[in-house]
């Protein structure tokens, strides 16, 4: 707030009158489109033409209020937002502003503000070069000067969200901050290599299975630097204010980093969006939404690591009420239903006794049986299996390259054969719904079905067939993947030379070599219970299984 000094020629900040007269209130407003227009728009301007036509009419007690680099359309602005306290409290007379379009540039939310300003709080409303005076009374010209000052901004975020997908589409890198782990500008990113080795120690961590929370805690306890208090130490450009504490990290810093595609040395545009020019308000684009350009800049954490950090974090492992977790968690599966097998520990056995059970389970309740699994039987089935397939990787390669590809070929034309027949029943059962929806509204029409029965039949035949209907959609979807997709044994290949031998298995080789495993029902018809185990290797699917697990029944 400010008034003018008429000693000095000048404006000073300003304080309300001692005896709580009401004030006239000029207002000024400046973004910065209407600064590349001139100076005729300038905040100085503005006031000064406002000081000018408070004299001419004799108006006093005038005080300004200025908000410049703010759009019309966003009424969250300091001078505006200090000016509407002043007019609830009842202590503004007069609002002034040079034109009407300076109050904002919503014509919804300005036609709301000036029956606020008329009706409830009984203030005068004046746009000088308008003609707008609410003392006079609004004709209907000023609903359309405000459409007017509505299209302005509308056409120019088009003419901008334009340029910015043209550019996008171009391979335009369209953010402007540089991540952590990077140094550099908008146009270039080279690798800042002491923050870079902080994200790959974060990617590594969650290899090992750690959770954001966890990574966090490891962060704050080595009293690592957080990517804003790095960036200020360091002289680099940030956005936001640093946190009180230069050492906070938190579960979703650490997950943002996780989940940025850029570490893979690739430019990500669309990541998200605004809905209109009127919301500031920023939505996140689904994946298949975004624009990916690969190689624009060197690579802190391979494609691979990312991607199987991503589906681990799709697989959340929380630990048990006894604090224990297994390397397996989120990764063990029940053969029949598909449901995930739950890690189960009690405080009061030894951890031999720790075990996985299906959740559909529930103690013979639930939907399925137990297809319960001890986890030191689980880990010397997978650590077995795994032994045996580097051994022989290791020793006979072209052998291994062959069998997987001749493997990976047959199980593909066996599922794209099943889900084709899935997709042709489904699609059958949709055009006969059809038949019997036309049927059942013919009966009703003419009278053989009442109106109660044809309500409950046409709701159940809908449903049925939304159901249907996103089945095939899902079952496209699928088909297309599957033709898309390859086996990479190349990759699986590199990822056993890392490991000339394994001893004993950790959760990063856990999750860099095992995408899940399936666990079958027991055994018992031979006396002694056995129990098949299908593991599914990451980049090559499932391999077949090593000699059955037996115990005494």
Request: proline share 3%.
């Amino acid at each position: 707030m400010w008034q003018f000094d008429k000693f000095t020629n000048t404006f000073i900040p300003g304080a309300l009158p001692a005896d709580d007269s009401k004030i006239t209130a000029c207002y000024t407003r400046l973004s910065q489109e209407d600064e590349q227009e001139g100076d005729s728009g300038s905040i100085l301007n503005q006031r000064d033409f406002l000081l000018k036509y408070c004299k001419e009419q004799g108006l006093n007690n005038v005080y300004f209020f200025s908000d410049d680099g703010y759009t019309g359309t966003n009424f969250d602005r300091p001078g505006f937002t200090e000016l509407m306290e002043l007019v609830e409290r009842g202590q503004v007379q007069t609002i002034i502003v040079k034109d009407h379009s300076r109050l904002g540039r919503n014509r919804l939310v300005v036609g709301a503000l000036m029956e606020r300003f008329t009706e409830d709080y009984g203030v005068r409303y004046i746009a000088v070069t308008d003609g707008i005076d609410s003392a006079k009374g609004l004709d209907d010209m000023v609903a359309v000067r405000e459409l007017f000052n509505e299209f302005y901004p509308r056409d120019t975020s088009k003419k901008i969200r334009a340029v910015f997908t043209n550019k996008g589409n171009s391979g335009q890198r369209l953010c402007t901050q540089v991540p952590y782990g990077y140094k550099g500008d908008k146009h270039r990113w080279d690798v800042d290599e002491e923050a870079a080795q902080v994200v790959r120690e974060i990617f590594s961590l969650c290899m090992n299975g750690l959770g954001p929370m966890q990574i966090a805690k490891r962060l704050r306890a080595a009293q690592v630097l957080t990517p804003t208090a790095y960036k200020l130490e360091k002289g680099f450009p940030v956005v936001g204010h640093p946190r009180e504490n230069p050492y906070e990290w938190d579960s979703k810093l650490v997950a943002k980093i996780l989940e940025r595609m850029e570490y893979t040395g690739c430019t990500v545009n669309f990541k998200g969006y605004k809905k209109s020019y009127k919301s500031k308000k920023r939505v996140q684009n689904p994946p298949d939404k975004w624009k990916v350009f690969p190689d624009t800049h060197p690579a802190i954490i391979d494609r691979e690591t990312w991607e199987r950090v991503q589906e681990l974090r799709k697989n959340k492992r929380r630990p048990t009420k006894t604090g224990k977790q297994s390397i397996f968690s989120g990764l063990v599966y029940c053969a029949d239903c598909g449901a995930k097998l739950h890690y189960c520990t009690t405080a009061s056995f030894e951890d031999r006794q720790n075990h996985f059970r299906c959740a559909n389970y529930k103690s013979n309740t639930g939907t399925c049986s137990a297809h319960f699994i001890r986890e030191v039987v689980l880990s010397d089935i997978v650590l077995e299996h795994l032994r045996r397939t580097v051994q022989y990787v290791q020793a006979h390669e072209t052998e291994f390259v062959q069998a997987v590809m001749d493997k990976s070929v047959a199980d593909q034309k066996r599922e794209v054969a099943q889900k084709r027949r899935e997709l042709s029943q489904a699609e059958r059962r949709i055009s006969d719904l059809d038949v019997l929806f036309q049927r059942i509204y013919e009966d009703n029409i003419s009278g053989k079905l009442s109106d109660e029965r044809f309500s409950k039949l046409s709701k159940s035949y809908e449903d049925e067939q939304r159901t249907l209907t996103g089945k095939a959609k899902a079952l496209h979807a699928e088909l297309d993947k599957e033709q898309a997709q390859a086996v990479n044994v190349a990759q699986f290949i590199a990822l056993v030379k890392k490991y000339s031998e394994i001893d004993a298995l950790t959760p990063a080789i856990v999750n860099e070599f095992i995408e899940r495993i399936n666990v079958h029902a027991p055994d018992k018809s031979s006396g002694h219970r056995t129990q098949q185990i299908d593991i599914v290797y990451n980049f090559i699917g499932m391999l077949p299984t090593p000699q059955a697990k037996k115990e005494a029944a």
